[in-house]
């Protein structure tokens, strides 16, 4: 099992810029999906963006394209999201996680590790 651990989330005004950190103790495999997933209030857990590990592929969901952009960094065994022009709907708790699948998966039940989250609010 693989433990992560996010940061970096706070407080910003919209159009303003954050970058969350994931940091994974354990092995990360060439095959495997680094996620991150957020949950607005009242909202259900929504896939953002993932990273294939040794190809580092991405993959974002349509409403982050050209705003946010996912990387990592193996020899800190860190993944990386950075957000830029944030907008009052991109606010959540901001989660990463870990998809052991050959292929990249969207739904939240694919990955089996996760992170404790980090809160991102953005303000008008």
């Known amino acids: 099992q693989v433990q992560l651990s996010e940061s970096g989330g706070g407080l910003v005004q919209a159009g303003d810029s954050l970058r969350l950190s994931c940091v994974a103790s354990?092995?990360?495999?060439?095959?495997?999906?680094v996620g991150w997933f957020r949950q607005g209030p009242g909202k259900e857990r929504e896939f953002v963006a993932a990273?294939?590990?040794?190809?580092?592929?991405?993959w974002y969901t349509d409403s982050v394209k050209g705003r946010f952009r996912i990387s990592r960094d193996a020899a800190e065994n860190t993944v990386y999201l950075q957000m830029n022009n944030l907008q009052v709907e991109d606010t959540a708790i901001y989660y990463c996680?870990?998809?052991?699948?050959?292929?990249?998966?969207?739904?939240?039940?694919?990955?089996?590790?996760w992170g404790q989250g980090t809160q991102v609010t953005v303000s008008s």
């Open positions: 990273i294939n590990w040794r190809l580092a592929k991405t």
């Open positions: 354990g092995t990360i495999y060439s095959n495997d999906f």
């Open positions: 996680a870990l998809s052991k699948s050959d292929y990249i998966n969207y739904r939240a039940e694919s990955y089996a590790d």
